[in-house]
């Protein structure tokens, strides 16, 4: 690890740039065409399951910042929502890349509506989690 506690270790100045990096370079293997599923699997879905697992991470540390323990609920709080739409996104991240597991076969159908419906779910939890920022910042 970088340095001596594990909260620095998952800092967004410290590992998560590496995984946006990963992130980005596996959406341009998401693009490609005509690769078998055994390199599906290999290109696509294994690092962004380990991408979203850091990302979820991440989050939960996030929440333990904010809320001063390993979970409270503060619904008042506009630092908390924030965290918990973030967490929530990557979670909905995370069970899309699961889903694309279930690719082959019988299960395509599964696996279009559930990568599908996970990624879209975790997109607008993001987006309200970033949307929170604004009045956030303006509260300061």
């Not at 779910?121 to 910042?137: A, R």
């Amino acid at each position: 690890f970088p340095s001596h506690d594990m909260a620095s270790f998952f800092h967004p100045s410290s590992s998560s740039r590496w995984y946006s990096c990963l992130f980005n370079i596996n959406c341009f293997f998401a693009m490609v065409q005509g690769l078998s599923w055994q390199s599906d699997d290999l290109l696509i879905w294994i690092p962004s399951t380990l991408i979203f697992l850091h990302f979820c991470t991440a989050s939960y540390l996030a929440i333990v910042e904010v809320s001063h323990s390993y979970w409270s609920w503060h619904f008042q709080d506009i630092e908390w929502w924030i965290v918990v739409l973030n967490l929530g996104g990557s979670l909905g991240f995370l069970s899309g890349s699961i889903f694309g597991f279930f690719g082959q076969g019988t299960m395509i159908c599964c696996q279009e509506w559930g990568t599908n419906f996970s990624f879209l779910s975790g997109s607008l939890l993001f987006l309200g989690g970033s949307y929170l920022m604004i009045p956030e910042m303006l509260q300061e």
